[in-house]
């Protein structure tokens, strides 16, 4: 019962107060139930629920047995207060209930505690924090970034195992009481400061990778915005993706596959070996987690401007994919780079844009041109584009440029304009000069002025030549002339001496090779040339042995220095010995003009000589290489030969002029254009009648053939080759064609027929795509030595010839390709070979003999090797073009055959409503007539 609160009585009727029922308790009760006899009733009425530690014989239930064991409690202690409850408690030590129990006899100081806490939550927040990267985009999309993120957090979860297993038995030790130790905990903590999961490592590493995340992720963001596909593994990508896709350009990442030195130390840490003995690890104190530098996020910053202009230059171009992928660091490639899978290749190419052009060079001015001088281009520059506007225009102009010197004609008068030069490399992207501004010059005076100018100029000439002295020593002048041109007959002959020596000077045949950097193999093929024309040339290893030093110096540096470097290091290997340098430009054109490089050498008993090399052809085949080592040949073979030695010369020279004598053709044409026929015409009914003969040579490959003959005195070799412009023609089998023409013809045909059908107008587009095709194969510039011949008939000569008279302008943009070189040979006439076309021979020498270079050289042949790879989807996507073509001119015709039947429908409607009428007027006329006739009658 509470007796703090008043009890109401069931009924609800009367109170009994908190102070009644104290009375009641105090007093006894029998007192109480005497003094409040009247409130007797109501008190029996409580029920009463007992609380407390006595165990009682019966629970009381009403307010009667509440105050009866009020009364009785007492006595239920005991006489001795046995049944009593303690109220003073004792601790008893552990250590007498059993000997394992822990004995507490030392404390352990708070710093202690507090550096045990921070190793605990130092490894716990790492922990965490590897958790948070493993759930963000980079680790999500990159498993490079994922990887090591994990490796970190399964070390420091293992560690803190390790850690809290040790501490663990440590603690017992720190409390005992016979042998206390608290140092071992110390030890402890001072291990952990010198093992790899110390909390500045773990610090250090986890912010270089929140860091790393954050820019990866910004990258990323854009990345995607420009729309290039997230990749994570391209090979599984490649598979999916469409097969129209010929070029893949990928946004790479090197920087995420790195090596992870604190990874390395902390594995080793946990190895089982050292896990035990702490000592075994050194501590690395100067250990500084390395994060990228300010040059590494540049270059990924200039490879995403790269990226972005990609993106916006082949954006409407389908066949090209944009993707971002992840691959391991290399040396060249330290945070990112664009790589190309170009024509379905699964080798990468790095993309580097072209370099910046310098601003072109104003040479000359006029009135209506300006004359500008450009840089030479770099290895990476596809084309050249020269831009000029007037300046007040918003427009440029361009024109595609193959010569540093170029001259642009047909501008105003007096005008400002600005011109710039740009370099366009792979996949168009172009790199801009700046811009210089000139101009032109103005025609102020008119044509009465310039003559009164001229007049009044000439006028004062003459004044200023009257008012002029003459000295004495101006007859001695004169004779000081002719000793002046006695002076320089004279050094012409000291010049001639001074050859005579360089030969004298190179006239040994021990020679010692000096390579001062990568020629791609073009010295060894300068060597195996020299070798053929020196037969006694011998390579030695040590310079004292050889009479002089042939030395092969690659150009590799724009600032000009590998001669100056080969010099240098000629001269600590040779000291003053002769040395002959030769000086390889690296260059794809074999008309690529370069600097004399005999002005950069200051040595004495030095001379130099240039050549033209490319790292995938070698030494190139070029009037320029030829003429360079003629001049090699010619200083290093001495003056006195023998005369067995020149007589062998002799007949080397004659063997050379006899084999330049044979004028090499290659015929090329479709399977039916009477190509094998109009070869047998061209060598005549000589070449049948000797074609059994043992001294005429017949040459057979897998599919070409060659062929020798004599045609009108001249030695003739003919190339025949298959069908070349098939598009049934796989790329494997058109590469081996080619490489067997390349064969056959060596050094390179001196003229190219290309034999055609007859050609009428349901040809023009397979005649279009022929020379697209003769154009992709051995490039734009075989059609200088290209004749076509065309094969008729008697029926289709006349309508053939018409054709081409007739101003199509196709055919006529065709034909000028090869310079209008055409012919018409009759099969049927010259079936019997009775008769050789010799004016058509007539044509290809002077053909021949026009051009820069005498024979089509295999070294353009191989320039075209590359390219095959868009040849079948161009001649394909061409033909699809034709069938549109031909589809909608057949749609055409039949809408215009029903315009036709419709026009024809309603012209006979009209008749007929005209006829009708016609008739129906002619009726009315009838009855008006007979209305009149009847009138008449009524009225008279």
């Known amino acids: 019962m509470n007796l703090s609160e008043e009890t109401t009585n069931k009924h609800g009727g009367g109170k009994i107060t908190g102070d009644k029922l104290n009375i009641v308790f105090s007093a006894g009760a029998q007192g109480d139930l005497n003094r409040y006899e009247n409130e007797k009733a109501e008190m029996k009425q409580l029920n009463c629920t007992f609380y407390g530690d006595f165990k009682l014989p019966s629970n009381p239930t009403t307010f009667e047995d509440a105050v009866k064991v009020y ?67 980079v680790a999500k999309t990159f498993n490079t970034f994922y990887v090591p993120v994990q490796g970190f957090q399964k070390f420091c979860v293992e560690y803190k195992q390790d850690f809290m297993k040790k501490l663990g038995s440590i603690l017992p030790q720190i409390r005992g009481i016979r042998k206390p130790n608290i140092k071992i905990l110390s030890e402890l903590l001072e291990a952990h400061e010198k093992s790899p999961f110390n909390s500045r490592d773990l610090q250090q590493w986890i912010t270089v990778k929140e860091k790393e995340s954050n820019q990866i ?87 995403l401007k790269l990226f972005k202009d990609l993106i916006t230059l ?67 520059t596809l084309k050249r584009r020269l831009l000029y506007k007037m300046k007040q225009e918003n427009d440029w102009k361009s024109q595609t440029v193959t010569e540093d010197r ?107 090779l000096l390579v001062t950097g990568n020629t791609f193999k073009a010295h060894e093929k300068v060597m195996e040339i020299l070798k053929t024309q020196k037969p006694d040339l011998q390579v030695v290893e040590k310079v004292d042995e050889s009479d002089y030093v042939l030395v092969f110096c690659p150009i590799v540096s724009q600032a000009g220095t590998d001669i100056e470097a080969a010099l240098k290091k000629l001269q600590e290997i040779a ?27 200051k040595r004495n008993n030095s001379i130099a000589v240039d050549c033209l090399f490319h790292e995938d052809l070698g030494l190139l085949q ?78 057979a490959t897998q599919e070409s053939k060659s062929t020798e003959g004599k045609v009108a005195g001249r030695k003739v070799t003919v190339v025949e080759t298959p069908d070349l412009f098939s598009a049934e023609l796989s790329r494997e089998k058109l590469r081996n064609y080619v490489e067997e023409a390349i064969e056959l013809s060596k050094p390179g045909p001196h003229a190219i027929l290309l034999i055609l059908k007859g050609i ?32 008729v008939t008697n029926e289709s000569l006349k309508n053939s010839e018409e054709f081409i008279q007739s101003g199509d302008q196709e055919v006529q943009t065709l034909v000028e390709k090869c310079g209008k070189r055409c012919h018409f040979l009759n099969i049927e006439e010259n079936e019997d070979g009775s008769q050789v076309p010799e004016y058509l021979l007539k ?37 699809k073009e034709i069938r549109e073509k031909s589809n909608e001119e057949e749609n055409m015709e039949t809408e215009r055959n029903k315009m036709s039947t419709l026009n024809e429908i309603w012209r006979d409607i009209l008749n007929s409503a005209m006829k009708i009428h016609e008739e129906f007027s002619k009726k009315i006329e009838e009855d008006e007539k007979m209305y009149a006739e009847l009138s008449e009658m009524y009225y008279s």
């Not at 005498?854 to 070294?859: A, M, Q």
């Open 406 to 512: 170029v001259t642009l004609i047909n501008l105003k008068e007096g005008t400002d304009y600005e011109i710039k030069c740009a370099a366009v490399g792979k996949m168009d992207y172009t790199v801009e000069s700046d811009v210089t501004i000139t101009t032109t010059q103005s025609v102020l005076k008119s044509q009465t002025e310039l003559k009164a100018t001229k007049s009044e100029s000439t006028q004062k000439g003459i004044e200023k030549v009257n008012e002029i002295t003459y000295p004495d020593s101006f007859a001695t002048g004169v004779q000081d002339q002719s000793q002046h041109e006695k002076g320089a007959e004279k050094k012409q002959e000291l010049k001639t001496e001074e050859k005579g020596k360089i030969t004298d000077m190179f006239s040994g045949n021990k020679v010692f």
């Open 314 to 380: 082949n954006k409407s171009h389908e066949n090209t994919k944009f993707i971002v992928e992840s691959v391991p660091q290399t040396p060249d490639k330290p945070s990112s780079c664009i790589l190309m899978y170009e024509n379905g290749c699964s080798e990468a190419t790095c993309f580097v844009p072209p370099s910046k052009p310098t601003c072109p060079i104003i040479e000359c001015v006029t009135d209506n041109s300006i004359t500008v001088q450009l840089s030479s281009s770099c290895a990476d």
């Open 71 to 137: 009364n009785d409690l007492p006595k239920m202690l005991g006489e001795n207060g046995e049944h009593a409850v303690p109220v003073r408690v004792w601790l008893y030590p552990l250590v007498k209930l059993g000997p394992r129990a822990a004995k507490c006899q030392r404390n352990i100081s708070t710093d202690v505690i507090r550096a045990v806490e921070s190793v605990i939550e130092s490894l716990n927040v790492t922990s965490m924090k590897c958790g948070d990267l493993m759930e963000d985009t």
């Open 217 to 303: 992720k910004a990258l990323l963001k854009k990345l995607q915005e420009l729309g290039a596909e997230v990749v994570a593994d391209r090979d599984e990508y490649l598979l999916n993706v469409d097969l129209n896709v010929e070029n893949l350009v990928s946004y790479t990442f090197t920087c995420l596959q790195h090596p992870e030195p604190l990874l390395t130390k902390q594995e080793i840490y946990l190895n089982p070996s050292t896990i035990d003995n702490p000592s075994k690890n050194t501590p690395d104190l100067n250990f500084v987690e390395k994060s990228w530098t300010s040059d590494e996020l540049m270059s990924m910053r200039n490879n």
């Open 622 to 699: 070029s009037p320029k290489n030829s003429e360079s080592l003629r001049k090699i040949t010619s200083i290093m073979k001495p003056q006195d030969q023998s005369q067995h030695e020149k007589g062998a010369e002799k007949k080397q020279e004659l063997k050379t002029e006899e084999k330049d004598s044979v004028l090499r053709i290659l015929v090329l044409g479709r399977k039916d254009s009477g190509k094998r026929l109009g070869k047998n015409i061209i060598l005549g009914r000589d070449w049948k009648n000797q074609a059994a003969a043992s001294s005429d040579k017949s040459i």
């Open 843 to 879: 044509k290809i020498e002077k053909m021949v003999g026009g051009n820069r270079e005498n024979f089509y050289s295999s070294e353009i042949y191989l320039k075209t090797l590359a390219s095959f790879g868009g040849i079948e989807e161009k001649i394909k996507r061409i033909k």
């Open 760 to 791: 009428e107008v349901n040809t023009v587009e397979e005649l279009k795509v022929t020379f697209l095709k003769m154009e992709e194969i051995f490039g734009d510039r075989c059609w200088k030595y290209t004749t076509i011949i065309f094969s």
């Open 575 to 601: 000291g003053s010995k002769p040395a002959l340098l030769v000086v390889l430009h690296h260059t794809f054109d074999t008309d690529c003009v370069v600097p004399e490089s005999t002005r950069a050498v």
